[in-house]
C-alpha cells in the first residue's frame, strides 16, 4: 500500500526535518530515528516530553526522511481522536514505518484502546516499525487496557530532554537561518526574555517575524520585533 492509497492523511510541516532539529541532550533519539526511518534498528520506540519539547517535530522529520532510504511512513496526530475515522489504521501494518503522536489523548476511549493495540500487533508480525509519542511515560498514561498498557512499555523509552537557554538561542539561530533570516544575538536573547519559553511558541514568533519582515522589507531589530509583537 503506497501513501497515495491510504485512507487519510495528515500533512507535514515543510520545516519539521532532521536538520533543522536541535538535538542538545537528546543525541541517542537522533541516532534511534535515523536508524529507524532506514527500516534499521528498533520496531518499536515510546518518545515522552513535555508540550513544545520536539516530538511532532521529529515525528515528521522521520516521515520526511523515510522516502529518502526507500521507506513509506506515515503521520498521524491522535489529538482531536473525534475527527479520525473509524477505520483510519486498517492497512497501516503494511507501511515501513508508522508515527502515532499525542497517544494520551485517547487513553481511556476503550474503542481507540482495542485499536491500537490491534494496530501494535499487527505492525509487529509485519516487521514494520512504530513509534509513539505523548507527554507522559507509559506507565503514568491512563490506559485502561491492561494488554495495550503492557505493549507500551514493551520498546525502548526516550524521554526529550529540554533545551538550555544557550541551545534554545541556538535553535532559534538555527531556524531563522534556514529561513534565510539575520537573527542576531541581541534580538535571540529578547525574544527568549519576553516570548513564552516553549520552542513550539518560539518558532511560532519566529514565523510571524518572518512574515512581517517579508512584507516590510526590514530586518529584524528589537525595536521592529517590539514593533511587531506589540511588546
Not at 37 to 61: E, F, T
Not at 65 to 73: D, G, L, M, R, V
Not at 199 to 206: A, D, I, P, V
Request: hydrophobic fraction near 40%.
Amino acid at each position: 500500500m503506497s501513501l497515495q492509497q491510504l485512507p487519510l492523511g495528515f500533512s507535514l510541516r515543510d520545516d519539521a526535518t532532521f536538520t533543522n532539529f536541535l538535538p542538545g541532550h537528546n543525541q541517542q533519539i537522533m541516532h534511534t530515528l535515523s536508524a529507524m526511518v532506514q527500516g534499521k534498528g528498533d520496531n518499536y520506540v515510546y518518545i515522552w516530553g513535555a508540550p513544545g519539547s520536539g516530538r511532532s517535530h521529529l515525528l515528521q522529520a522521520s516521515c520526511h526522511a523515510a522516502p529518502e532510504f526507500a521507506q513509506t511512513a506515515v503521520y498521524i496526530p491522535l489529538s482531536e481522536p473525534a475527527t479520525l475515522t473509524l477505520d483510519f489504521l486498517v492497512g497501516l501494518e503494511h507501511i515501513n514505518l508508522i508515527c502515532l503522536d499525542d497517544i494520551e489523548h485517547i487513553a481511556g476511549n476503550q474503542y481507540w484502546e482495542e485499536q491500537i493495540f490491534h494496530l501494535f500487533n499487527r505492525v509487529r508480525a509485519n516487521n514494520k516499525r512504530l513509534i509513539i509519542t505523548a507527554t507522559v511515560p507509559p506507565v503514568a498514561l491512563s490506559i485502561k487496557l491492561p494488554d495495550l498498557q503492557s505493549r507500551l512499555s514493551w520498546g525502548t523509552v526516550y524521554q526529550l530532554m529540554a533545551l538550555s537557554d544557550e541551545e534554545k538561542l541556538s535553535a532559534l539561530q538555527l531556524r531563522a537561518q534556514r529561513r534565510g533570516l539575520d537573527l542576531d544575538l541581541a534580538v535571540g536573547k529578547f525574544l527568549l526574555r519576553r516570548c513564552p519559553r516553549d520552542m513550539r511558541q518560539l518558532f511560532n514568533t519566529l514565523e510571524q517575524l518572518d512574515q512581517a519582515s517579508l512584507a516590510e522589507q526590514r530586518r529584524l531589530t528589537i525595536p521592529f520585533v517590539k514593533d511587531v509583537l506589540g511588546v
